[in-house]
């Protein structure tokens, strides 16, 4: 008598090995290569990284992170946000607020007061900047105050099924009111200027080599645990449910799940990602201000998605880079034609990649394989 043997598939490994080969090689690119290149190399050296291009792949891997968070909204669960530039914001504004309060005494005015306070003539700090000399204290605003916002206003706006293009209205109308309320000086966020002019961070200057090689190799490792993360919650069941909203909500109501509580968790979560790229993109630039909060960057965030291909792990993270290293380019050299670079990569896209740069390099190693 035969006994039949069966066996039960294991659990797929979360990366392949080349995979974990490619996370592993730009861990060490990021966290040691750059900062070695930066800081040890001469700088008659061909092989030296400049100032200007650590801070600036740093900025991009920031925007990144934002490109990752959204397409964990948009592009795994279907619901597209045009208002995470404000969580971004957010993250950027509650940990500037700890960098302008280390600034003491070495403003314009030599005030214990920013300069913006000083010009208002202020003459104490609002309750709401209380405690936030505390680093402990500001990096907790980061999490807490996109994460907070995001979950109130998804609850109301998932429980009342809002969803597709008048979801999408409303987070661009939340971003503009956060906008102007930001432009108000009497709002306390320095008004059209926002905060700049930082000099320290735990004590050491930001302008130092060594301090900002370090924000780099914090962005880059942070960049990393947002792709596991993103990887390890769409291989799961959790993240089954995600598609199964993107594909058809209703069926899947049918099936007995409550897509609320699936909707709003990766909704606040994917703000909080974007508050903490914004803390570490902060330092790097030197500068936040309302306009990081501008409707038209939410939609840009957007078009990074877009461009890379939506609904896959590494497509965000080309769109990104794409889009941001034309954007520096074009600013520099032709500053007026960068908004029309933008609308024509937006239409190429739409009509001849649908599924975005990631997509398109899939089916030609679809093809090549056939």
Same mark, same amino acid.
């Given at each position: 008598m035969s006994t039949a043997h069966f066996t039960i598939p294991g659990q797929e490994p979360l990366f392949?090995?080349?995979?974990?080969?490619?996370?592993a090689a730009f861990v060490i690119a990021t966290a040691v290569?750059?900062?070695?290149?930066?800081?040890?190399?001469?700088?008659?050296?061909?092989?030296?990284?400049?100032?200007y291009f650590v801070t600036l792949i740093g900025k991009i891997m920031c925007y990144c992170v934002v490109a990752v968070a959204m397409n964990l909204i948009w592009g795994y669960t279907g619901i597209l946000s045009l208002g995470h530039g404000l969580f971004f914001a957010l993250g950027g504004y509650a940990?500037?607020?700890?960098?302008?309060?280390?600034?003491?005494?070495e403003g314009q005015y030599q005030s214990d007061l920013p300069d913006f306070m000083v010009f208002l003539?202020?003459?104490?700090?609002?309750?709401?900047?209380?405690?936030?000399?505390?680093?402990?204290?500001?990096?907790l605003l980061v999490v807490l105050v996109p994460g907070l916002l995001a979950f109130a206003f998804g609850f109301f706006a998932f429980r009342s099924r809002?969803?597709?293009?008048?979801?999408?209205?409303?987070?661009?109308?939340?971003?503009f009111a956060f906008m102007l309320l930001f432009f108000r000086n009497d709002t306390g966020f320095?008004?059209?200027?926002?905060? %700049?002019?930082?000099?320290?961070? =735990? &004590?050491?200057?930001?302008?130092?080599?060594g301090t900002r090689a370090v924000l780099f190799a914090l962005t880059g490792l942070y960049l990393a645990g947002c792709l596991v993360l993103t990887r390890a919650l769409i291989r799961s069941k959790y993240g089954r449910v995600l598609t199964a909203i993107r594909d058809s909500e209703t069926r899947l109501m049918f099936s007995g799940y409550n897509p609320l509580w699936y909707k709003l968790s990766i909704w606040t979560l994917s703000a909080v990602l974007c508050g903490i790229a914004g803390a570490l993109y902060v330092p790097q630039v030197g500068i936040i201000n309302p306009s990081e909060m501008s409707p038209a960057n939410s939609i840009e965030i957007a078009i990074w998605v877009a461009v890379g291909g939506r609904g %896959?792990?590494?497509?965000?993270? =080309? &769109?990104?880079?794409i889009v941001n290293g034309a954007k520096s380019f074009f600013t520099q050299?032709?500053?007026?034609?960068?908004?029309?670079?933008?609308?024509?990569?937006?239409?190429?896209?739409?009509?001849?990649?649908p599924k975005g740069v990631a997509g398109w390099i899939a089916a030609r190693k679809a093809g090549g394989k056939a």
């Open positions: 392949s090995g080349k995979g974990w080969a490619a996370l290569l750059v900062p070695v290149l930066f800081l040890a190399v001469p700088e008659s050296s061909p092989l030296h990284l400049s100032a940990f500037g607020m700890y960098l302008m309060r280390m600034i003491g005494r003539d202020w003459k104490a700090y609002p309750w709401y900047w209380s405690f936030t000399d505390q680093f402990w204290y500001s990096a809002i969803k597709g293009v008048y979801f999408s209205i409303i987070t661009q109308a939340l971003t320095g008004g059209n200027n926002g905060f %700049t002019d930082f000099k320290r961070i =735990l &004590g050491f200057r930001i302008a130092d080599p %896959t792990l590494l497509g965000p993270l =080309l &769109g990104a880079g050299s032709f500053p007026e034609y960068w908004l029309f670079f933008l609308g024509i990569l937006f239409v190429v896209v739409t009509l001849f990649l």
